[in-house]
């Protein structure tokens, strides 16, 4: 079983920054898949930033030159450093993790609201 843990959001004026973490527990292969993804009010959840298995980064176009995705293997922690926030960033971000067997696991989502 895995289990995810996001901490990190909150309230924050636009062009502000903000780091949100992910800590994995439980059978996890750190190197696997991981990622952010969003969604905000009435809208599909969505990939922000991704690190794939083999170590590429993808990040959504609206994000890309504002947030930076990293893990760190000891600690089974995945980060996400959002700056120059914007109030369209308003969403609650979810951790994700792709098992060996391609199974899909959440965190339970931790909120963000950026104020204009």
């Known amino acids: 079983q895995v289990r995810l843990v996001e901490s990190g959001g909150g309230l924050v004026q636009a062009g502000g920054s903000m780091r949100l973490s992910c800590a994995a527990s439980?059978?996890?292969?750190?190197?696997?898949?991981v990622g952010w993804y969003r969604q905000a009010p009435g809208k599909q959840r969505d990939a922000v930033a991704v690190i794939m298995a083999g170590g590429n980064i993808n990040y959504a176009d609206s994000v890309k030159g504002r947030f930076t995705i990293s893990r760190d293997n000891a600690k089974n922690t995945v980060y996400l450093e959002m700056n120059s926030l914007k109030p369209e960033d308003t969403a609650v971000y979810y951790c994700?993790?792709?098992?060996?067997?391609?199974?899909?696991?959440w965190g339970q989502g931790t909120q963000v609201t950026v104020s204009s």
């Open positions: 439980g059978s996890i292969f750190i190197n696997n898949r």
């Open positions: 994700n993790y792709l098992s060996v067997a391609g199974s899909q696991y």
